[in-house]
């Protein structure tokens, strides 16, 4: 039976919204229907939408986290901070950083997504010897990017009542912060509550849409992982905590 008839012979759609509501209560259903009818738009927008919210909600917080990483750098003299300082502008006023930034929310959202895609269809169709398309890579990728949502939300309220950008859902939040530009902690920064129910719904998406077993998905979204967050570790520690 080829993919045409199948789709037919499916049950009705569950629409762009259900796919989204149901993204959390029902995973698999919602990437059986991507798996005939993928589509990855909806969930970008929605998380450029609320990723830009985010963003100008923690503005000030992660601006004022960030000089002062810059002022604990070895070396850093009192007028390079000065300079650094006056060219990042107002952290709570609209710079050039704050706009540049919030105009490059939907491109980065996009561009990581296709990344994402990119990968899982090489480690899919490639080294795992499955049979799909990109096009359903990246409804995989999309759609289990969608628990941005939620973590957005939470991370914006929990930064503005804490009113630093020094929170985490990860087993760093048990480990001092005179520790935070070290290797381990970024590594194990990583392993935050929302980043790996993302790990979960890409795994099950994964094994939907190449028809592998359970273990051997998470096996291969799981080394992406990993390989992605030792990669990430790497250049945090080598660039002093910019890059997370």
């Given at each position: 039976m080829n993919e045409q008839q199948l789709v037919a012979d499916s049950p009705p759609s569950l629409g762009w919204f259900g796919r989204v509501g149901n993204i959390f209560w029902e995973p698999r259903k919602v990437f059986e229907e991507l798996n005939l009818?993928?589509?990855?738009?909806?969930?970008?927008?929605?998380i450029s939408i609320?990723?830009?919210?985010?963003?100008?909600?923690?503005?000030?917080?992660?601006?004022?986290?960030?000089?002062?990483?810059?002022?604990?750098?070895?070396?850093?003299?009192?007028?390079?901070m000065e300079s650094i300082e006056e060219k990042m502008g107002d952290p709570q006023g609209w710079?050039?950083?704050?706009?540049?930034?919030?105009?490059?929310?939907?491109?980065?959202?996009?561009?990581?997504?296709?990344?994402?895609?990119?990968?899982?269809?090489?480690?899919?169709?490639?080294?795992?010897?499955?049979?799909?398309t990109f096009k359903k890579n990246l409804a995989i990728s999309c759609y289990s990017s969608l628990?941005?949502?939620?973590?957005?939300i939470v991370n914006a309220i929990l930064i503005n009542l804490k009113g630093s950008a020094d929170i985490s859902l990860s087993p760093v939040l048990f480990m001092p912060l005179s520790l935070s530009d070290t290797f381990t902690y970024s590594f194990l920064s990583h392993f935050e509550f929302f980043a790996i129910w993302?790990?979960?719904?890409?795994?099950?998406?994964?094994?939907?849409?190449?028809?592998?077993?359970?273990?051997?998905?998470?096996?291969?979204?799981?080394?992406?992982?990993?390989?992605?967050?030792?990669?990430?570790?790497?250049?945090?520690?080598?660039?002093?905590?910019?890059?997370?």
């Open positions: 009818r993928p589509s990855w738009i909806l969930p970008w927008i929605l609320f990723s830009l919210i985010a963003l100008q909600l923690t503005w000030t917080q992660n601006m004022e986290a960030q000089m002062e990483k810059m002022r604990k750098q070895p070396g850093m003299t009192e007028e390079q710079g050039i950083n704050r706009i540049i930034a919030t105009t490059m929310v939907p491109l980065g959202t996009l561009v990581a997504m296709v990344v994402v895609a990119a990968a899982f269809y090489f480690m899919g169709s490639v080294i795992g010897g499955g049979n799909s628990v941005a949502l939620p973590s957005s993302s790990f979960i719904l890409a795994s099950i998406g994964f094994s939907v849409i190449y028809k592998f077993s359970a273990a051997k998905s998470y096996l291969s979204v799981g080394v992406l992982w990993v390989v992605w967050m030792l990669l990430a570790s790497a250049l945090s520690n080598l660039f002093g905590g910019f890059i997370m």
